[in-house]
């Protein structure tokens, strides 16, 4: 556990941290709609897990389960949206859509001149995909 927990805590800045039901459903997930990488440390006598990392277009976010059993109740997504700035939108848009989002946003050229929309993953975690463009 030393190994992994030395390997995977942040570098500096700020890392979200964001907990789901079902956090290897979650990773999977993410893979296939934002090519993440992931490690993951499992909960001792648990399919759950304790601790997670993926990363995403180059920058880290932990994730874990819910563990009620230890006052950590579940709660829904709230107040907050992971954007992820990319070179190529629509590729990221219609990978993220293929594999199951749910649009909240569509993307399109906004007032302030990039292109941005919002989705929903399956999980309740609402994503951003932002691109600048040039003038």
Not at 46 to 68: R, T, V, W
Request: glycine share 10%; with cysteine.
């Amino acid at each position: 556990m030393e190994d992994f927990m030395s390997e995977y805590r942040p570098k500096s800045g700020v890392t979200p941290y964001i907990n789901v039901d079902g956090a290897r459903e979650a990773i999977a997930f993410y893979k296939q709609a934002f090519g993440a990488k992931s490690a993951s440390m499992p909960a001792e006598g648990s399919d759950k897990l304790m601790h997670a990392q993926i990363d995403i277009n180059g920058s880290p976010i932990f994730l874990s389960d819910f563990f009620p059993d230890y006052g950590f109740k579940s709660v829904a997504a709230q107040g907050f949206n992971l954007h992820i700035h990319v070179d190529d939108a629509q590729m990221w848009w219609d990978r993220a859509v293929g594999a199951g989002c749910t649009i909240a946003q569509p993307l399109k050229t906004e007032f302030w001149g990039d292109i941005y929309g919002q989705l929903i993953d399956p999980f309740g975690v609402t994503w951003a995909i932002g691109q600048s463009v040039k003038a």
